[in-house]
């Protein structure tokens, strides 16, 4: 059974809010009529996606533009696949080298672009939010430009679309891709299949706690989509477990927080390359010294 869920944020989430249900599986009708701040949201959810499944995905949108969630209270609708619905309004996107796109799209990509096949599911990471673009075309940059990938990191992987993105640029490369949080890896795995990238390795780690990633290091590139906080608790092990001459990409922060990530990450004797703004969401490249 699906349910809906009526609920109000702020206008500045409402992206972010959109990719988060969309990733679960659900859609979302926001009335902007009037410009109200907030914004009334219709959701609607497919009967796997708990309430406190919904408030774990919004949580953290809630302390970073500083709202209050609310109670969680989803009403139940009559049976119709609201989910196969909500994907037919997912149109193609492109980022970089990358078409991604879900199996409702029947079209072949344009000349010159990589398909990358991701549904909107349990897990982040459907390639239609700015952070994830940002990645994309920092990636793609970083092929264009010549450099050599063989050992790379997908933190905090969600559905695998950067980890797929970096073995289609670098197929001779070994790709780990890590999450905390279990039924991402799943994602991860089945979406490498359906991918044709076999190569890549999936695994839960809290962060680089996990043996089997502590071993895989270093790295020569780490990608990194989450959100600033953890970024900048993580900095010091980013430089620890990056390669010297390695590459990092870091996304998941707002504009406003860039200035404290990329400090963050100069005290642990990294350099800022570049600093590129989507919207409101900022990606950065940055190279630990040889």
């Given at each position: 059974m699906?349910?809906?869920?009526?609920l109000a944020l702020?206008r500045a989430?409402?992206?972010?809010?959109e990719?988060a249900i969309?990733?679960?599986?659900?859609a979302?009708?926001?009335d902007?009529k009037g410009?109200p701040?907030p914004?009334?949201l219709?959701?609607?959810l497919?009967?796997?996606?708990?309430?406190?499944r919904?408030?774990a995905a919004l949580?953290?949108?809630?302390?970073?533009?500083g709202?209050?969630?609310?109670a969680l209270?989803?009403?139940a609708?009559p049976?119709?696949d609201?989910?196969?619905e909500?994907?037919?309004n997912?149109?193609?996107q492109?980022?970089?080298r990358?078409?991604?796109h879900?199996?409702h799209?029947t079209?072949a990509?344009p000349?010159?672009?990589?398909p990358l096949?991701?549904e909107?599911s349990?897990?982040?990471g459907?390639?239609?939010?700015?952070?994830?673009?940002g990645c994309l075309?920092?990636?793609?940059?970083?092929?264009?430009?010549?450099?050599?990938?063989?050992n790379?990191?997908?933190l905090?992987c969600?559905s695998g679309?950067?980890?797929m993105a970096?073995a289609?640029?670098?197929?001779r490369?070994?790709?780990?891709?890590?999450?905390?949080d279990?039924?991402?890896v799943?994602v991860?795995?089945?979406n490498?299949?359906?991918n044709?990238?076999?190569q890549i390795?999936?695994l839960?780690?809290e962060?680089?706690?996990?043996?089997?990633?502590k071993?895989?290091?270093?790295f020569?590139?780490?990608?990194?989509n989450i959100?600033?906080?953890p970024?900048?608790?993580l900095?010091?092990?980013l430089?620890?477990y990056?390669?010297?001459?390695?590459?990092a990409i870091?996304?998941g922060?707002?504009t406003?927080?860039?200035p404290?990530v990329?400090?963050?990450?100069?005290?642990?004797?990294l350099?800022?390359l570049?600093?590129?703004?989507y919207g409101?969401?900022?990606?950065?490249?940055l190279?630990?010294?040889?």
């Amino acid at each position: 059974m699906t349910s809906l869920l009526r609920l109000a944020l702020p206008r500045a989430a409402l992206p972010a809010a959109e990719e988060a249900i969309l990733d679960l599986g659900g859609a979302l009708w926001a009335d902007t009529k009037g410009n109200p701040d907030p914004v009334p949201l219709e959701i609607t959810l497919p009967d796997a996606v708990t309430a406190e499944r919904l408030a774990a995905a919004l949580v953290p949108l809630a302390e970073v533009f500083g709202f209050t969630l609310p109670a969680l209270a989803p009403e139940a609708l009559p049976e119709r696949d609201w989910v196969a619905e909500s994907q037919r309004n997912l149109p193609p996107q492109t980022a970089g080298r990358f078409w991604v796109h879900g199996s409702h799209v029947t079209a072949a990509p344009p000349p010159g672009l990589t398909p990358l096949l991701v549904e909107a599911s349990i897990a982040f990471g459907t390639g239609r939010h700015e952070t994830t673009k940002g990645c994309l075309e920092a990636l793609t940059a970083l092929a264009d430009g010549g450099i050599s990938v063989r050992n790379a990191l997908d933190l905090g992987c969600g559905s695998g679309v950067l980890a797929m993105a970096i073995a289609k640029l670098w197929p001779r490369a070994f790709v780990l891709a890590a999450d905390n949080d279990e039924p991402s890896v799943g994602v991860t795995r089945e979406n490498a299949g359906l991918n044709g990238v076999p190569q890549i390795q999936a695994l839960v780690s809290e962060g680089y706690g996990a043996p089997r990633l502590k071993a895989a290091a270093p790295f020569d590139l780490i990608a990194a989509n989450i959100l600033a906080a953890p970024l900048i608790h993580l900095a010091p092990d980013l430089a620890r477990y990056l390669a010297k001459g390695g590459r990092a990409i870091l996304s998941g922060l707002l504009t406003t927080q860039a200035p404290e990530v990329i400090q963050a990450h100069l005290a642990q004797g990294l350099v800022l390359l570049e600093s590129r703004s989507y919207g409101e969401w900022d990606t950065l490249l940055l190279r630990k010294p040889v």
